[in-house]
């Protein structure tokens, strides 16, 4: 009988180790992305301890990994391990640079507000937000070009997968700004992205504060451009002026008030704005501007015309053309 009671023992034992050693087994070939998928899990069921060890086990193979920092920053920040959950929102902020598109499954906004008011550290917690939200909506902005320019406004046919884009880094800016709203670059950014949606009063009102911000000769260009889209032309004029105050060279904003004074009739003024973005020109050394370039010889013709300097204004449009010409057979601009 003794025996027997010492026989069952055993057999018990001997299949715990199995079950151990088995399961030991199964976590060692766990795959890095199926360790992070078990400690999201985990994150879901409320069973934190279960998700640091995951999110920990990966980090021992892979230190720089995101999704692992970015979830045991999580988990240890609803744990309460404030200091933790600092260190590993920091590290995951320094691979911001290397990988745009990481931010697509981001979840930390609720809890790291939290922590910041639980420590008496807002500050850094949003801070820490907001840059999470700001690069998410720019990698939002890599599926387009043209972001820089008025392109995307003129399209007669824009691309669907653009405008979601367009909306997704609108609302991921916007999050961010949540976060900080001093936050002069996702001001900046979401204006111009309003711009593009032709939203120009809403692209005006984040320009407004930037610029409360940083006073900035390009940002003032932007405004006077939504300013003269809606037609605001007065306003418009104040800013070209401003931009050109602050950065006498500045070719795009010479243009645009000497198209200014070609609307409000002082054709001399225009022919002199024109003249000068013209021999600024050269200084940009850049084909991506040609439109641009064409475009002054084009407006000062119009000023030549206007004024009774047929000849002038004749001499103007040949360059044109032939700018026209050469961009079409050279396929500067697509």
């Avoid at 994150?43 to 230190?63: C, F, G, S």
């Avoid at 999704?67 to 920040?77: I, P």
């Avoid at 902020?93 to 807002?122: E, N």
């Avoid at 046919?157 to 670059?185: C, G, K, W």
Wanted: aromatic share 16%.
């Amino acid at each position: 009988m003794i025996k027997t009671i010492f026989h069952n023992k055993t057999l018990v034992i001997y299949f715990c180790i199995l079950i151990t050693i088995s399961c030991a087994t199964t976590d060692k070939t766990l795959t890095i992305s199926e360790r992070i998928n078990r400690g999201n899990e985990y994150v879901e069921k409320y069973d934190y301890n279960r998700a640091i060890r995951e999110y920990t086990a990966v980090l021992r193979i892979q230190p720089n990994n995101f999704e692992a920092l970015e979830g045991r920053g999580l988990a240890y920040g609803i744990m309460g391990d404030f200091e933790r959950a600092g260190n590993d929102f920091d590290a995951a902020l320094a691979l911001r640079d290397d990988s745009l598109c990481i931010f697509s499954k981001m979840r930390v906004s609720r809890y790291l507000s939290t922590l910041g008011f639980m420590q008496k550290d807002y500050d850094r917690a949003s801070n820490a937000a907001a840059k999470l939200y700001y690069f998410r909506a720019y990698s939002s902005m890599v599926y387009f070009s043209g972001f820089y320019n008025d392109n995307l406004r003129y399209s007669n046919s824009v691309n669907i997968n653009i405008i979601d884009e367009t909306i997704l880094a609108i609302e991921n800016f916007t999050i961010a700004l949540m976060f900080q709203p001093v936050f002069y670059e996702a001001l900046v950014r979401r204006g111009l992205l309003y711009y593009t949606l032709n939203y120009y009063n809403r692209a005006i009102e984040d320009f407004n504060s930037a610029l409360e911000i940083q006073n900035d000769a390009r940002l003032l260009l932007r405004r006077g451009n939504a300013y003269f889209l809606k037609g605001d032309y007065i306003k418009a004029f104040n800013d070209y002026n401003s931009s050109i105050l602050l950065k006498p060279d500045l070719i795009e904003a010479i243009h645009a008030r000497g198209y200014m004074y070609l609307q409000f009739g002082d054709y001399d003024r225009a022919i002199n704005d024109f003249t000068e973005a013209i021999e600024l020109w050269p200084m940009r050394n850049t084909d991506n501007f040609h439109i641009y370039y064409r475009s002054y010889f084009r407006d000062r013709s119009q000023a030549y015309y206007n004024k009774g300097d047929y000849d002038r204004a004749k001499e103007d449009e040949e360059i044109f053309n032939k700018l026209e010409r050469e961009s079409r057979d050279n396929s500067i601009w697509v």
